[in-house]
């Protein structure tokens, strides 16, 4: 198994200030700790050059308006909201990664690799058509996909599974059958969405599939999630491709939310997108970064765990530093099973007119 990476030293001079969540040091270790693992010496990786997305690309997802106002304000500096502000020159880097998610894509598609992972900033999906928020510009995730329905795809699933929910994403494709959205995320938590009953509209009703997590969700509940929700809905779905928005605030270093899932867990996550890839669409696969703000206890080791899933690596070594697991102690809750429980049960409840899974 061969798995691409897109990755830019453009993407490291994003920044809103130098102790925003979402700055530079996201990548830069994580970069360090793949240099360190010798990941980049192997022949299961290759290095991918992204490019920058065309307009018409992007104005496939955002308003012509939108996009005017946030080339404008990026060469003089500017505000959307007050976590989400305009850096000088942000526009061009964020058509660089959203055209490093298509990148992405496009070398799984002339099977340059088997799958591929685009650790790209700024993250988008939060980005909906007519505004960016959340730390995000313009939605990657949304522009890659419909850039795959262009080349003819009619089913896609994207597992969102930042601890934030992707409302930008949910929105761009909430009447769009083609497109199964399905998103685990801690609540309460902004952006305060993604409540089970959201399920989209008009044809894509049923289509988009939410599935809120307690503070204290460790490996077990995500896996709980997986074994329930994720996998007897793809696999009715059947996708032609699978895309996972892999934000990484899930693991229980991050300073701004409240879940407990490790190393390994997201390993094990990426290792069961994986095996439903190629169990439905040949293996095609991409994994696009989103959230995660643990800069060292967690992005240098999940990212890394993610890899060595999709490269096909041996996992049984993947762990954090063993000084960070005290804070696994205090953050993990066993409650959490428990109100996870009552969760999965109003899913299955909302979506059992939609799939055939849960009747």
Same mark, same amino acid.
């Given at each position: ?74 060469? #003089?500096?500017?505000?959307?909201? *007050?976590?989400?502000?305009? $850096?000088? @020159? ?7 990664? =959203? !055209? ?10 002339? #099977?340059?690799?088997?799958?591929? *992972?685009?650790?790209?900033? $700024?993250? @988008? ?7 960016? =928020? !959340? ?10 996909? #419909? ?213």
């Amino acid at each position: 198994m061969v798995t691409g990476i897109v990755f830019h030293e453009e993407y490291l001079k994003h920044e809103q200030s130098p102790t925003h969540p979402e700055r530079r040091e996201r990548l830069a270790y994580t970069m360090d700790q793949l240099r360190e693992e010798g990941i980049f010496e192997s022949e299961r990786i290759v290095l991918l050059e992204p490019f920058k997305a065309s307009l018409d690309d992007v104005l496939e997802v955002h308003t012509e308006e939108y996009v005017r106002f946030l080339e404008k304000e990026s060469k #003089k500096g500017g505000i959307i909201d *007050f976590d989400t502000n305009i $850096p000088v @020159g942000v526009f061009d880097r964020a058509l660089l990664a =959203a !055209g490093g998610a298509i990148r992405a894509a496009q070398a799984v598609l002339n #099977k340059e690799c088997d799958n591929a *992972f685009a650790m790209i900033r $700024p993250p @988008g999906h939060h980005a909906k058509p007519y505004i960016g =928020a !959340g730390f995000c510009y313009l939605n990657n995730m949304a522009i890659m996909v #419909k850039w795959l329905l262009k080349q003819g795809f009619e089913r896609i699933a994207i597992l969102d599974w930042d601890a934030h929910h992707g409302d930008g994403t949910q929105e761009i494709f909430y009447n769009d059958d083609r497109v199964l959205f399905i998103s685990t995320h801690q609540m309460p938590l902004y952006p305060g969405t993604g409540y089970p009953e959201e399920c989209g509209v008009g044809r894509g009703e049923g289509y988009t599939v939410n599935i809120p997590l307690p503070p204290g969700t460790g490996d077990e509940g995500y896996m709980m999630v997986i074994d329930e929700i994720i996998e007897p809905v793809v696999n009715e779905f059947e996708p032609q491709f699978i895309a996972v928005s892999a934000g990484q605030d899930n693991h229980f270093t991050d300073p701004i939310t409240s879940l407990a899932l490790t190393a390994r867990g997201y390993a094990e996550m990426m290792q069961r997108a994986v095996e439903m890839s190629e169990k439905h669409c040949d293996g095609r696969l991409v994994a696009v970064l989103e959230g995660g703000y643990s800069v060292e206890g967690a992005l240098p080791y999940t990212n890394l765990g993610i890899i060595a899933a999709m490269a096909g690596f041996d996992l049984s070594a993947i762990r954090e530093p063993e000084n960070y697991l005290p804070e696994l102690l205090w953050r993990k809750r066993d409650s959490a099973l428990v109100k996870l429980r009552h969760n999965i049960e109003d899913v299955k409840r909302v979506h059992s007119k939609y799939w055939k899974c849960f009747k």
